[in-house]
């Protein structure tokens, strides 16, 4: 109840603010869904996470876009907890905090600090095993491992260099457009950890610099196919 009290409100507040900027736009409500004929439509994404804010921890944030004819334009990532706002417009680049910013220039594996998933996706399932064998060589290549559970934030630190890559085993790319489009803008690289190519469906997801993506699909492709699975 809080959660959708919080969203009611703030979210109110932003569509309230986007329909009188953008009076000849279509404002969406929360989790409304928009056909794809429309010019230009705005679609807000709800908390990532929403039982880290109910705790009050820092690794929440909320996402919004602007989409032409069906394809995303621009998007805005925003932390309430730390005031951190992530902008990037197709084409025109990604902003951090009013910066430009751009992924870092991390270029081995040994050294790097790497967001995932992979420590909280344990099932008692047949793939466990998988992810023991893939966190066991993150570690051997020297990796340095944060679990935030927020993959947008995850994907939004990547694009301003405050982590070097991200590498995930088991996410929803739909809910990631905003910090999808916020990596591409900073210059990452993105696709399935299984063969580097982004396909409807995938679980998998590596994003990082295009000397450290190569790498890290060098060195841990294996497990994507056997995730996939």
């Not at 990532?77 to 905090?97: L, S």
Request: glycine letters at 8%; one cysteine or more.
């Amino acid at each position: 109840k809080l959660v959708r009290h919080l969203e009611e409100v703030l979210f109110k507040t932003l569509m309230d603010a986007l329909k009188k900027g953008y009076p000849e736009h279509y404002v969406a409500e929360v989790g409304e869904q928009v056909s794809d004929d429309k010019k230009d439509v705005w679609l807000i994404h709800s908390f990532d996470n929403e039982q880290q804010l109910l705790r009050k921890l820092p690794e929440t944030v909320y996402s919004f876009v602007h989409k032409k004819n069906g394809k995303i334009h621009s998007a805005v990532i925003v932390n309430p907890f730390t005031g951190a706002e992530y902008i990037a417009v197709k084409g025109g680049g990604a902003i951090f905090n009013d910066r430009r910013c751009r992924v870092s220039g991390q270029r081995n594996l040994e050294g790097g600090l790497f967001a995932t998933d992979a420590a909280n996706q344990f099932t008692q399932g047949a793939a466990d095993h998988v992810v023991s064998d893939l966190m066991t060589s993150l570690g051997q290549a020297g990796i340095q491992t944060r679990i935030s559970g927020c993959p947008t934030l995850d994907l939004a630190q990547v694009a301003s260099g405050q982590l070097d890559a991200a590498l995930f085993t088991n996410i929803k790319t739909e809910r990631l457009e905003a910090a999808l489009l916020l990596c591409a803008e900073a210059g990452a690289l993105i696709g399935s950890l299984n063969d580097g190519f982004m396909k409807a469906g995938c679980k998998t997801l590596v994003a990082a610099n295009p000397k450290l993506f190569k790498s890290t699909l060098q060195r841990f492709s294996s497990y994507g196919a056997k995730l996939s699975v």
